[in-house]
Nanobody
Framework: QVQLVESGGGLVQPGGSLRLSCAAS????????MGWYRQAPGKQRELVAE???????NYADSVKARFTISRDNAKNTVYLQMNSLKPEDTAVYYC?????????????WGQGTQVTVSS
């Protein structure tokens, strides 16, 4: 199992920046994929950015060149640096971890952190 604790959300004006943090309860080397999803009101949860196998990263087209995912292995923490924020980035952001154990795969989610982009 893994517990995920997010922090760093808030209210920011369009064009501003925020950094989200997600601390895992186990070494992120042992986690098969880890990253961020978001869910806006009335919409499905969608991938924002994630680490997949090794150090490979995957970004949603809508955030490429604006958002950057990074990690601190010593702190078991993954970050999401969000720049040039737009009102359409407003959503609850969830940290996600995928563990593959034998033939099974297990998804874990943080509690979510609200990001609101508004003037």
């Amino acid at each position: 199992q893994v517990q995920l604790v997010e922090s760093g959300g808030g209210l920011v004006q369009p064009g501003g920046s925020l950094r989200l943090s997600c601390a895992a309860s186990r070494s992120i080397y042992s986690i098969n994929a880890m990253g961020w999803y978001r869910q806006a009101p009335g919409k499905q949860r969608e991938l924002v950015a994630e680490y997949t196998s090794g150090s490979s990263t995957n970004y949603a087209d809508s955030v490429k060149a604006r958002f950057t995912i990074s990690r601190d292995n010593a702190k078991n923490t993954v970050y999401l640096q969000m720049n040039s924020l737009k009102p359409e980035d407003t959503a609850v952001y969830y940290c996600h971890a995928l563990l593959i154990v034998g033939l099974g795969s297990y998804d874990y989610w943080g509690q979510g952190t609200q990001v609101t982009v508004s003037s």
